[in-house]
Nanobody, 115 residues
């Protein structure tokens, strides 16, 4: 299983970034996919999830600003992040949860939001 995330970078507060994650090695369409993040000095937190059927969930701090989506044909999951705040600064990880008794993590992509 491989998860390759990209799209991070430096953005000003109020701006937008779109993260992408390409997944290989699994039957992508039947699996829930998630995005986590880890800010400096903080624990990792679940940001958003999307089920195989397209049901989405978000942590409260990003509701209304972030959108998770998936393209099963491209075996990819995305995180559109709008109205970014300094507190969104973190390394973002694409994660395949609970597949074959473990979670599978991508390498992470850094998003830095300047205020």
């Amino acid at each position: 299983v491989q998860l390759q995330a990209c799209g991070g970078g430096f953005v000003q507060a109020g701006g937008s970034v779109r993260l992408s994650c390409a997944v290989s090695g699994i039957n992508f369409g039947i699996n829930t996919m998630t995005w986590y993040r880890q800010a400096p000095g903080k624990q990792r937190e679940l940001v958003a999830s999307i089920s195989s059927g397209g049901t989405t969930n978000y942590t409260d701090s990003v509701k209304g600003r972030f959108t998770i989506s998936r393209d099963n044909a491209r075996k990819s999951v995305y995180l559109q992040m709008n109205i970014l705040k300094a507190e969104d600064t973190a390394v973002y990880y694409c994660v395949l949860p609970k597949w074959r008794s473990r979670d599978w993590w991508g390498q992470g992509t850094l998003v830095t939001v300047s205020s």
